[in-house]
């Protein structure tokens, strides 16, 4: 009888503990405890938008960081303290920005349901409303994330660099539990936003022992570019668009990669082995079935959970 007993206990120990390390996401999270979160969240986001047509890219940019450092946990979110040093003060952090726009938020939300919706699903949620307001698709997100407690500096050094070629960027993909296919359809997120000289300048100026400039790369293009970003650069916040149309989600980001117009080595990259290349012309002829494959891979990315907490502040913890 006691052995019974405390049987069903560990079971049941154990079933709880699964349960919260796996905290298993669901569209219909929000429905009983704040149904009109989503709708609030939209338009936070839309009224943004309006005031400064760089927000979508932050947006969507902040969402990838997030997730691929501790899962989508919004530890992006957190502000440095005297003890520690947060992820948004890391390197790679030029152009994150726009987080005033998860605070609007966060805040309007709180109003209607006190410390029931997490700042990582309003992450989530803010990201699906950039892509789908710049004219891109829409989808249902799954919630039920929660809030990171840790947020630090070095774990930038996490995050895939523009400089990484395709096994290096295969690696940090797998490392998340994402294909080579989710590799390719979320690079297009660079079908939105800016890049700064400092991220390319690899591709421009001595590239090589041989050659100044990356041979992949158009030549006209390349001269744009060097001419933006000279080797002594002085111009700060000097760059260039990631795409052609970067406040409109389309696939122009594939059909440029194609003629060698591409920003990162990163992108290129995606052109050096056939499986990959193969599925860049896909999307460079087919804006929907590059729709089909970014909703299903950004869900992927997006479910990489991480956290315990629900802040009632996104930049300090509870
Ligand atoms: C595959 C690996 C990736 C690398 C190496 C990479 C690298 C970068 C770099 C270096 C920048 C420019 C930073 C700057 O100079 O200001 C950037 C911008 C951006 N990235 Fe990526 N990225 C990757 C994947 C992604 C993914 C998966 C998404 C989203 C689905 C994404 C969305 C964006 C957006 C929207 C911007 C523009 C941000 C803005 O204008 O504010 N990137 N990325
Ligand atoms: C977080 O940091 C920003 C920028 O330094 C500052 O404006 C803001 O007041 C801080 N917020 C909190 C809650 O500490
Ligand atoms: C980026 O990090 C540096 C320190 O590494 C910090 O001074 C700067 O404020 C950060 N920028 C943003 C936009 O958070
Ligand atoms: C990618 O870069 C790594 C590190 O520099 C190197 O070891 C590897 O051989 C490279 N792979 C390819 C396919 O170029």
């Given at each position: 009888m006691a052995a019974a007993w405390s049987l069903a206990l560990a079971l049941s120990l154990l079933l709880l503990s699964i349960s919260t390390l796996v905290n298993t996401l669901s569209t219909n999270y929000y429905d009983q405890t704040c149904p009109k979160a989503e709708?609030?969240?939209?338009?936070?986001?839309?009224?943004?938008?309006?005031?400064?047509?760089?927000?979508?890219?932050?947006?969507?940019?902040?969402?990838?960081?997030?997730?691929?450092?501790?899962?989508?946990?919004?530890?992006?979110?957190?502000?440095?303290?005297?003890?520690?040093?947060?992820?948004?003060?890391?390197?790679?952090?030029?152009?994150?920005?726009?987080?005033?726009v998860i605070d609007n938020a966060k805040k309007e939300v709180e109003a209607m349901c006190p410390g029931v919706v997490s700042c990582a699903d309003i992450l989530a949620l803010s990201a699906k409303d950039a892509v789908a307001?710049?004219?891109?698709?829409?989808?249902?997100?799954?919630?039920?994330?929660?809030?990171?407690?840790?947020?630090?500096?070095?774990d930038t050094r996490q995050l895939p660099a523009p400089t990484f070629n395709i096994s290096q960027l295969q690696q940090s993909f797998s490392q998340r539990g994402l294909s080579m296919d989710d590799l390719v359809a979320l690079s297009g997120g660079h079908t939105l936003g800016f890049a700064h000289c400092s991220s390319f300048q690899n591709r421009i100026h001595n590239f090589n022992t041989q050659t100044n400039v990356d041979p992949s790369m158009q030549h006209s293009f390349a001269d744009s570019l060097r001419s933006v970003c000279p080797i002594h650069n002085k111009v700060k916040n000097a760059g260039a668009t990631l795409d052609s149309t970067s406040t409109t989600f389309d696939n122009a980001y594939y059909k440029l990669l194609l003629q060698g117009k591409s920003i990162f080595s990163s992108d290129q990259a995606l052109l050096n082995i056939a499986r990959t290349k193969a599925l860049v012309s896909k999307f460079a002829t087919s804006q929907e079935e590059f729709e089909e494959a970014f909703v299903k891979s950004m869900i992927k990315m997006s479910s990489i959970t991480g956290g315990q907490e629900v802040r009632l502040n996104c930049r300090v913890v509870r």
């Open positions: 709708s609030v969240i939209t338009s936070v986001v839309k009224k943004a938008m309006s005031n400064d047509k760089t927000v979508p890219a932050a947006l969507l940019r902040m969402h990838f960081h997030d997730c691929f450092i501790r899962g989508c946990d919004a530890s992006v979110l957190l502000n440095s303290t005297s003890k520690n040093q947060a992820e948004k003060d890391g390197p790679p952090n030029i152009s994150l920005h726009a987080f005033y307001l710049s004219g891109g698709p829409t989808w249902n997100v799954p919630k039920g994330r929660k809030d990171g407690r840790i947020s630090k500096a070095i």
